[in-house]
């Protein structure tokens, strides 16, 4: 199969550690990903702003970047679950809507890509340390990728998964929302944080690195000294600790 990443604009500027570590597990499952350097941001800001116009070009750059492989695999739901937006964005251009819906087909995020795709539910990693993970709003509810993270974690040798206190809400990010609801997002992170501090766990894991960005931002700035990890650089420390 022909797999191409799609890397985001946080794991991309940010977090280049979380792209690195899906490539290294999906090449123990024999996947080579190639890597478009043409792709860029999803549109998500200039959607949900409003500005669709904008949105389409964006959206177009990615179709043509991921137009000849067979999967596209994201670290992100939120960016993802953009591009499954992509078929209202074109929805008066028959030639476009096709390509939008062919992207979306064969667009998946991390976890549902092992887990859905490759049949993968245990890496075989070895993490001892307290756990506890956090929904995000886009990946569990837009995309439903709620049993996928918690498939792989339950394989996961000597960690501890610590449920977390009203792991559904939102951590207050939500991209514009954080910056036009400044007050509103922050009493919500600050909640959310309080309850992963409740949990005692060691490592905060998330498959959504602008979530966990948000929610890590806060943590700090109580210096509370909680790891914040992407699930794949969970799985990939621990299949490296097992080597």
């Known amino acids: 199969m022909k797999v191409s990443m799609f890397i985001t604009c946080i794991s991309d500027a940010m977090y280049p550690k979380v792209g690195e570590a899906m490539v290294r597990l999906l090449a123990r499952y024999g996947v080579l990903v190639e890597f478009p350097t043409v792709q860029?941001?999803?549109?998500?800001?200039?959607?949900?702003?409003?500005?669709?116009?904008?949105?389409?070009?964006?959206?177009?750059?990615?179709?043509?970047?991921?137009?000849?492989?067979?999967?596209?695999?994201?670290?992100?739901?939120?960016?993802?679950g953009m591009i499954h937006h992509y078929p209202k964005l074109f929805e008066n251009d028959p030639i476009m809507l096709e390509k939008a819906e062919k992207?979306?087909?064969?667009?998946?995020?991390?976890?549902?890509?092992?887990?859905?795709?490759?049949?993968?539910?245990?890496?075989?990693?070895?993490?001892?340390?307290?756990?506890?993970?956090?929904?995000?709003?886009?990946?569990?509810?837009?995309?439903?990728?709620?049993?996928?993270?918690?498939?792989?974690?339950?394989?996961?040798?000597?960690?501890?998964?610590?449920?977390?206190?009203?792991?559904?809400?939102?951590?207050?990010?939500?991209?514009?929302?954080?910056?036009?609801?400044?007050?509103?997002?922050?009493?919500?992170?600050?909640?959310?944080?309080?309850?992963?501090?409740?949990?005692?766990?060691?490592?905060?894991v998330g498959c959504d690195m602008a979530c966990l960005l948000n929610i890590g931002g806060n943590l700090r700035h109580r210096n509370e000294p909680i790891r914040v990890m992407h699930l794949a650089e969970l799985l990939y420390e621990g299949v490296k600790q097992q080597a």
Not at 53 to 64: F, G, H
Not at 178 to 184: C, V
Request: proline residues 5%; contains cysteine; aromatic residues 10%.
């Open 103 to 204: 992207l979306k087909s064969k667009s998946f995020e991390f976890t549902q890509f092992l887990v859905g795709v490759l049949g993968v539910t245990d890496v075989g990693a070895m993490f001892p340390h307290k756990v506890t993970y956090h929904p995000s709003c886009h990946g569990s509810r837009l995309l439903g990728a709620k049993e996928e993270p918690m498939e792989l974690l339950s394989h996961v040798k000597g960690m501890e998964l610590i449920p977390l206190p009203f792991a559904e809400d939102c951590c207050g990010f939500g991209g514009t929302f954080a910056i036009k609801m400044g007050d509103i997002s922050g009493a919500m992170v600050e909640e959310k944080a309080s309850h992963v501090i409740e949990t005692e766990a060691e490592v905060l």
């Open 40 to 80: 860029t941001c999803c549109g998500q800001p200039a959607f949900n702003s409003g500005y669709w116009e904008e949105a389409r070009v964006t959206a177009k750059t990615i179709i043509e970047a991921f137009e000849e492989c067979d999967f596209v695999v994201s670290p992100s739901g939120s960016c993802t």
